[in-house]
């Protein structure tokens, strides 16, 4: 596979592509900087995933904490590895504990399940990584005692946070210990996190889920009467677990099975392969209407089927297979937007940060709290601010997502992975921002995989995404013409600044160069870097 890209092709942005033979792209530049410097220091792509994770949870606590999920695929140089470090919900979790509610909470101790996070650092360290926990945290250990400046994105989504959450327990002492969020460009401090970092590090991780760390968790849950408790600490797991491929231009795209939403962009690469997607250019109208009615398709059938991979209805390969794939394809009318359900397949809110180093080695990472700081809740004097990823569960008693104890709820966050012709490794991706994810995974195949646009142009493209329905959003940038021809077709089009709404998610890109070095990119709509050298 050709991995030649068109370095002319490109949109409005001020980010160039970034070259080098080894590079780190994270959603904020000193996390960036953070796993750059471990790599200099000898480490490899999955220590500087580790470190610049760990940073981001001080540096970017809009999207991200101690007390986060994660999620990871591995090239380790030879073979694609996946983990899944998500939580489960306490065990005490029933339907009938929240009898009477139309969703799941999303805020406050009932929408908190186990933090994975701390797991998958300890889990990416003990199988691939090459320096010790406590020099991966330093960095963040570092920022987070001697402060940082509050970078201009960030500070804006803290203050949304502050107005949102300033009254769940711990918020404030935490986040807001002036009575107000820092301001952009001012000196953020947090000791707290930086002892807890620390004592993370020195444990191997084992003081969250077991020690003192885990006990001041629980015990804010009993204070609260939440219904997390120790043993539900001592009892999580993270899972290395087989990766789901589709075939796509010639290479292939790599996803994590569920619980994670990754299945729908395969499903919908899929329908545009049956489509022959490749036959029209990037931004035509046909080009945009088939890939919107394909992810419609694809949406539809992730929230009908997807959960914990363990309470799935049948195997979600099933969703892949080729007849199901080609039946679905064939649902789409070229001329007009269709509203589509779910079909019946045959037996047959977040950070993401990209590495990868001179040996091939490259890592896919991405961690969240949730809608942004999560649940809003944070341990006292511990900097562990929780995510709220029970508000995954279903409270549909028919649904296989539904909510139960030690169950882990559908989630939202998804690594990607790309692979050439001969299954060596192209690109190592991700596009974080809730239901954008794997619709940004879509387009950012579509773009750098079929029409050869480079990473960064490819990132700062005007970007959709699809709501309910016929209602797609595009970011305002795309051609007017092109809008009207979408209006013609039956799309009910609107129009939003990404700048203001935030909604059309935050992208890294490694693309790796036949001749052996990387191609890196950022999110021009976010705070980030990508670093080589």
Same mark, same amino acid.
């Given at each position: 596979m050709d991995s030649r890209f068109d370095f002319h092709a490109s949109y409005a942005s001020h980010r160039v592509p970034m070259m080098g033979r080894n590079a780190v792209a994270t959603s904020q530049p000193l996390a960036a900087q953070a796993g750059l410097r471990i790599i200099q220091q000898g480490g490899n792509a999955v220590d500087a995933a580790i470190a610049s994770a760990m940073a981001l949870t001080v540096l970017?606590?809009?999207?991200?904490?101690?007390?986060?999920?994660?999620?990871?695929? $591995?090239?380790?140089?030879?073979q694609l590895h996946g983990l899944n470090a998500s939580g489960r919900a306490p065990a005490a979790w029933t339907p009938e504990r929240f009898v009477g509610r139309s969703r799941m909470p999303e805020i406050g101790w009932e929408a908190v399940t186990v933090p994975g996070a701390v797991?998958?650092? $300890?889990?990416?360290?003990?199988? !691939?990584?090459?320096?010790?926990?406590?020099? =991966?945290?330093?960095?963040?250990?570092?920022?987070?005692?001697?402060? !940082?400046? $509050?970078?201009?994105?960030?500070?804006?989504?803290?203050?949304?946070?502050?107005?949102? =959450? *300033?009254?769940?327990?711990?918020f404030r002492q935490c986040f807001a210990p002036d009575g107000r969020p820092p301001r952009v460009g001012e000196l /953020?401090?947090?000791?707290?996190?930086?002892?807890?970092l620390q004592k993370i590090a020195e444990s191997n991780g084992e003081s969250f889920y077991r020690g003192e760390l885990a006990e001041k968790i629980a015990a804010c849950a009993r204070q609260h009467n939440a219904a997390l408790t120790l043993a539900d600490l001592n009892n999580h797991r993270a899972d290395w677990v087989s990766v789901l491929s589709q075939p796509f231009a010639g290479g292939s795209v790599q996803e994590l099975p569920p619980n994670g939403q990754g299945i729908a962009t395969l499903i919908a690469l899929g329908i545009l392969e049956q489509l022959d997607i490749g036959r029209y250019a990037p931004d035509s109208v046909p080009w945009l209407h088939l890939s919107i009615e394909a992810m419609k398709l694809a949406l539809v059938d992730l929230e009908r089927y997807v959960s914990d991979e363990d309470h799935l209805e049948f195997p979600a390969q099933r969703l892949l297979s080729e007849p199901y794939l080609r039946q679905r394809a064939a649902l789409i009318d070229p001329e007009r937007a269709g509203d589509f359900t779910f079909g019946a397949p045959q037996q047959s809110g977040t950070v993401y940060l990209s590495t990868a180093d001179a040996s091939g080695m490259m890592v896919s990472f991405i961690q969240s709290n949730f809608m942004g700081f999560g649940s809003g809740v944070v341990v006292p004097d511990?900097?562990?601010?929780?995510?709220?990823? @029970?508000?995954? !569960?279903?409270?549909?008693?028919?649904?296989?997502?539904?909510?139960?104890?030690?169950?882990?709820?559908?989630?939202?966050? &998804?690594?990607?992975?790309a692979l050439d012709a001969q299954g060596a490794p192209l690109m190592s991706f991700g596009v974080m921002g809730g239901p954008m994810q794997a619709q940004g995974h879509l387009q950012l195949a579509l773009r750098i995989m079929l029409h050869k646009q480079n990473p960064q142009a490819a990132i700062d493209a005007p970007r959709w995404r699809v709501e309910q329905g016929r209602q797609v959003v595009f970011e305002a940038a795309l051609d007017r013409n092109t809008l009207a021809a979408l209006r013609r077709l039956g799309h009910q089009v609107t129009l939003e600044d990404p700048?203001?709404?935030?909604? /059309?998610?935050?992208?890294?890109?490694? $693309?790796?160069?036949? *001749?052996?070095?990387? &191609?890196?990119?950022?999110?021009?709509?976010?705070? @980030?870097?990508?670093?080589?050298?």
């Open positions: 970017e606590p809009t999207g991200n904490g101690i007390g986060s999920d994660a999620f990871a695929l $591995v090239w380790d140089g030879s797991s998958a650092w $300890v889990a990416l360290a003990a199988r !691939f990584g090459t320096l010790p926990l406590t020099t =991966l945290a330093q960095p963040a250990i570092d920022y987070a005692r001697h402060g !940082f400046p $509050v970078s201009p994105l960030i500070g804006e989504l803290w203050q949304r946070g502050f107005d949102k =959450l *300033q009254h769940q327990p711990g /953020f401090r947090n000791p707290a996190q930086a002892d807890t511990t900097g562990i601010s929780l995510q709220n990823r @029970g508000a995954g !569960f279903s409270l549909d008693p028919s649904h296989p997502n539904v909510v139960a104890g030690g169950k882990r709820p559908f989630h939202t966050i &998804i690594p990607a992975f700048l203001q709404g935030y909604h /059309f998610g935050g992208a890294q890109a490694i $693309v790796r160069d036949p *001749q052996g070095f990387y &191609i890196a990119a950022t999110e021009s709509r976010k705070d @980030g870097q990508a670093v080589v050298f």
